[in-house]
Every structure is written in C-alpha cells, then in structure tokens.
C-alpha cells in the first residue's frame, strides 16, 4: 500500500534526511516549526484527524541538553505532553506511530550495552522528559515504534560533527572528553533505516504483522568511540583539516562540568532490530565517511 505520511519536524537532522528516504513509500506531509510549535501542541489533534494518515513520524524534539536544565518544563511540554497528545490521536485514527527516543533514558552505570528491557533511570532533565514522552506513547495504546538512538549527528544543523569541523579550523588547541562512551550514529542512517523497517512492515498484512515487529528498539550505528576518539576521526575524514596541525587533548568528563549529567556509558545493544527485521546497521566509522562525502 501507498503510505499517507504526516511527518513532524521535517527541518531538524532526522527530519530532513526522512523527507528524502520516505518519498519511496507514499505521499509525506512535513510540518516544520512554522507550521506547528510543539511547545503549544493543542494544534496536533486537529492535524492529525484532518490529514488521516497512515503513518506519524515524530522527529520534533526538545534537544537542547544542558538548557533543559532550567527549562524542565517546556522540555517536558515538548518532549513528553506533546508527545502523548500525538499518540492519543494516532490512535484515535489507527494510525502508526514512530517516534525518536534516547540513550540518556539510562543512567550510564551499566558496564555492557543497554538492551531495550533494561532498567530506566535518567540522570538529567532532557532524559526524563525523553521517557515521559515513552511513557505517555506505550499509555495512549497506539500502534508504535519507538526508535532510541544516541550521539547524532548529520552535515547540517548543530551537533557534534559540525561543531569539531568549526572548531578545528579556528584553534590549535582542543580539550575532548574521553571516558564517555557510546555509538556516533548519522541522521541518515536513522533515516534510512526507519524507512527500511517501515517497508517490511509494509509488506505484512494486518494478520502476519507480529507484536514483536512493534514497541521499543534501540537504533544506533554498530562499534564505539569516545567523545575524543569520534573527535580524531573527525580530524581524519574531513580533507580541510588534514593540513591542519591541531592538538586534541584527552580530558575526563570533571574537567569539563556542564549543567546536565551526561551517562559514562550510552551504548545501545541493537540485536533486536536487526534481528527482527532483517536489518544490517553499518559501523560508525562507515557512516561518518558517507555523512562527510
């Protein structure tokens, strides 16, 4: 079937990279911030039960980490009341739901990758209202997919990459936190590969479609760095820095305080997305080279 896609948050990292892996698999309907502020959500229901999609992809988010901090509540208004609204109508109108979550559910104590069962316990305010909104999706009894990922980046907007990129350029010098850990994961490959599960989906009737192919996965590039390792190969991917002489200096994450905890250890086990749908997710040295060329 042609999928009717009503897709929010076009214009962010993940946003943007759907609008182009989506248009396979119907007719998408992208909504920006200019159309619909997620800090006022009263507008949600209306769009969802005028537009009757098929599907809703909620790639809007309350992303500002250490901000958050003292901005609790809108986060929460954005990333959790928002959110449940969304659900509600989704299921109002039998919709699928699929929504982006994050590595800092989990406090980071766990010394292997975190599976999706695992116990939740976020250390900073963006990660609590990531799980309200969790929490508000699996209450409203929608049909959903609930994709956690970690470290994003993408060659627009502001992230990780783009910051080293500017600052590599304009200093000599860079301090990087080096005992955090976790899996750098490109706006594209998540992209890609919400659109690929969503093609398998496709494929199935309402009678082969199993619960197991809905719920929570975890949705990161394969393999893990640290902050200063994704840092280096930064330094080596990107040609305009190759001439460049810059020191990059370990430092642990004390000697670089911020308002948000961040969790020493954001490793996601994806085994079970790939296992029940089929999937290969690529190495994240693999899809830094393709984000960069």
Known sequence: MSYRILLLGRNGQVGWELERSLQPLGEVVGLGRKQGDL?????????????????????AAYT????????????????????????????ECGALLVHYSTDYVFDGSKVSPYVEDD????????????????????????AHLIFRTSWVYSHRGHNFLMTMRKLMVERDELRIVSDQ???????????????????????????????????????????????????????KSCPELHARQIQLLPIPGSAYPTP??????????????????????????????????
């Open 64 to 91: 500002a980490v250490d901000r958050a901090e003292e901005e609790e509540g809108l986060a929460r208004v954005i990333n959790g009341e928002a959110v449940g609204l969304l659900a509600h109508a989704a299921h």
């Open 39 to 59: 800090s006022e959500p009263g507008f949600l229901t209306e769009v969802v039960r005028n537009l009757r999609p098929h599907l809703v992809i909620n790639a």
């Open 119 to 142: 116990q939740t316990a976020p250390l900073n305010a963006y990660g609590r209202t990531k799980l309200a909104g969790e929490e508000a999706i699996r209450a409203s009894g929608c």
């Open 260 to 293: 948000a905890r961040r969790p020493a250890n954001s490793r996601l086990d994806c085994n079970r997305l790939q296992q029940t749908f089929g999937l290969h997710l690529p190495n994240w040295q693999e899809a830094l080279r393709l984000t960069i060329s």
């Open 181 to 235: 850990i976790g899996a750098p994961t490109s706006a594209r490959v998540i992209a890609d590969t919400t659109t690929a599960v969503l093609t398998r989906i496709n494929q199935q009737t309402p009678a082969t479609l199993s619960a197991g192919q809905l719920g929570t996965f975890h949705l990161t590039c394969q393999g893990s760095t640290t902050w200063f390792g994704f840092a280096e190969a930064i330094r």
